[in-house]
T-cell receptor, first 115, second 112 residues
Framework: AQSVTQLGSHVSVSEGALVLLRCNYSSSVPPYLFWYVQYPNQGLQLLLKYTSAATLVKGINGFEAEFKKSETSFHLTKPSAHMSDAAEYFCAVSDRQGGNEKLTFGTGTRLTIIP | SAVISQKPSRDICQRGTSLTIQCQVDSQVTMMFWYRQQPGQSLTLIATANQGSEATYESGFVIDKFPISRPNLTFSTLTVSNMSPEDSSIYLC?????????FGPGTRLTVL
C-alpha cells in the first residue's frame, strides 16, 4: 500500500526566503510523485510530477522537487518566496500497481508568507 | 496536458436529494477517478471508473451512495445520492494514462 507523509501542517516563511515543504512516501514499487497547489476556494493545480525520469523536477511558479530514493523523499522547494505562494500544498503518490494510477494524498501543508 | 471540465461548478442541495456531477475530458483516457475533499481536508479517492465495466470503489464508499457511469473514454458522471450535510464537499475528477495527474476544477457541493 502506498502512503504519503507531509511534515508540518503549517509552514511560515518570510517573503524572499527559501520555501521547503517536506514529503516522504511509502510505496512497494517505484512511484510516481506529485505536488499540487490549491489556492483558497479554488481547484487543484499540478505544480510538478516525477515519473522516473530526471530526479530533479522543475515545475511551475519557480518550484522544484528532488526525488531521493534513499530517503524516500520528494521535498518541494522554491529559492525565494513570494506573497502569491500562500496556499495549501499537497503531495501525492501513485504506485501504478496493475496499471492503476490512482493517487494517494498527504494531509497537506498550509504555506503562509510573512511580508 | 488534458483539459478536464466539470458540471456543475457548485450547487446547494436539500437533504435527501441527489446530484449528478459530470466530468468531460478533451482526449480519450483509460481511467478516470473521482475524489472527495471535505472542508479543510485533503483528497480522498472515492472510486476508479473504467469504460465498459463497473467502477471500483475504495473502502468506505459504496455504489448505492455514489453511483458512477463511464459511457465512453471521455466522459463520466458521479451521483451523490440521498444527500446529507456530511456530503458537503468538493468533488473532483481526475484522469490517468498519458494525462496522469490532472484534475478537473471541482464541484463544490453544499447540502442543507
Amino acid at each position: 500500500a502506498q502512503s504519503v507523509t507531509q511534515l508540518g501542517s503549517h509552514v511560515s516563511v518570510s517573503e524572499g526566503a527559501l520555501v521547503l515543504l517536506r514529503c516522504n512516501y511509502s510505496s512497494s514499487v517505484p512511484p510516481y510523485l506529485f505536488w499540487y497547489v490549491q489556492y483558497p476556494n479554488q481547484g487543484l493545480q499540478l505544480l510538478l510530477k516525477y515519473t522516473s525520469a530526471a530526479t530533479l523536477v522543475k515545475g511551475i511558479n519557480g518550484f522544484e522537487a528532488e526525488f531521493k530514493k534513499s530517503e524516500t523523499s520528494f521535498h518541494l522547494t522554491k529559492p525565494s518566496a513570494h506573497m502569491s505562494d500562500a496556499a495549501e500544498y499537497f503531495c501525492a503518490v501513485s504506485d501504478r500497481q496493475g496499471g492503476n494510477e490512482k493517487l494517494t494524498f498527504g494531509t497537506g501543508t498550509r504555506l503562509t508568507i510573512i511580508p | 496536458s488534458a483539459v478536464i471540465s466539470q458540471k456543475p461548478s457548485r450547487d446547494i442541495c436539500q437533504r435527501g436529494t441527489s446530484l449528478t456531477i459530470q466530468c468531460q475530458v478533451d482526449s480519450q483516457v483509460t481511467m478516470m477517478f473521482w475524489y472527495r475533499q471535505q472542508p479543510g481536508q485533503s483528497l480522498t479517492l472515492i472510486a476508479t471508473a473504467n469504460q465498459g465495466s463497473e467502477a471500483t470503489y475504495e473502502s468506505g464508499f459504496v455504489i448505492d451512495k455514489f453511483p458512477i457511469s463511464r459511457p465512453n473514454l471521455t466522459f463520466s458522471t458521479l451521483t451523490v445520492s440521498n444527500m446529507s450535510p456530511e456530503d458537503s464537499s468538493i468533488y473532483l475528477c481526475s484522469v490517468a494514462g498519458t494525462a496522469q495527474g490532472y484534475f478537473g476544477p471541482g464541484t463544490r457541493l453544499t447540502v442543507l
